[in-house]
């Protein structure tokens, strides 16, 4: 990893739906190199993905919540927990946590009824819940921040 793949990524990252002509500009490149280094850096693992950035409140999930939980010590209900979080559209994140709690969910919901109702109906209807805690941002401060990647990294991403 040198300065102009980490020049790349940045750019990426900024407006992932550069042209390789303008990329290559930004970054000091002919097209040609341009497009080896981007082919190179997906093939490595390094870029992952491109993806669209949704406005929340344009689709109808202004209202996030942070949801902890703590469930019994049973393979089984992890197991049913964690497909029913993965299958749900509300939920935006699930991080399965070392410590307490043992989950950490972000949700996104129209509005504050809308999220009694998914809370009520999936997750405190769930067999093994032992402790719910919810936090609601005041503000988000920083959301979605491009990841800087250090000179002469490159972990395992397989």
């Known amino acids: 990893m040198d300065q102009t793949d980490q020049a790349i990524i940045k750019a990426l990252q900024e407006n992932g739906r550069l042209s390789n002509v303008d990329l290559a500009e930004r970054v000091h490149l ?5 497009l080896r280094r981007v082919h190179r ?13 949704i406005n929340p409140a344009a689709v109808g999930q ?7 939980v ?6 089984q209900i992890v197991d049913r927990f964690e497909s029913m979080m993965l299958a749900r559209p509300e939920v935006l994140e699930l991080h399965r946590m070392f410590g307490s ?7 996104a ?5 809308e999220f ?14 032992q402790r719910v805690n919810s936090r609601f ?12 990647v250090p000179l002469g990294q490159r972990g395992s991403a397989r």
Not at 41 to 53: C, K, S, T
Not at 70 to 75: A, C, E, G, I, R
């Open 41 to 53: 850096l997906e093939a490595d693992g390094v870029i992952a993905g491109y993806q669209a950035h």
């Open 137 to 148: 941002p005041m503000k988000v401060l920083k959301s979605l921040r491009p990841r800087a």
């Open 70 to 75: 703590d469930l019994t010590n049973s393979t």
């Open 101 to 107: 709690p043992d989950y950490s969910v972000r949700v």
């Open 62 to 68: 202004a209202f996030e919540v942070l949801v902890d």
């Open 116 to 129: 009694e109702t998914f809370l009520t109906s999936t997750i405190m209807d769930t067999e093994g819940i």
């Open 30 to 34: 002919t097209p040609g190199p341009c």
């Open 109 to 113: 919901v129209a509005d504050l009824d």
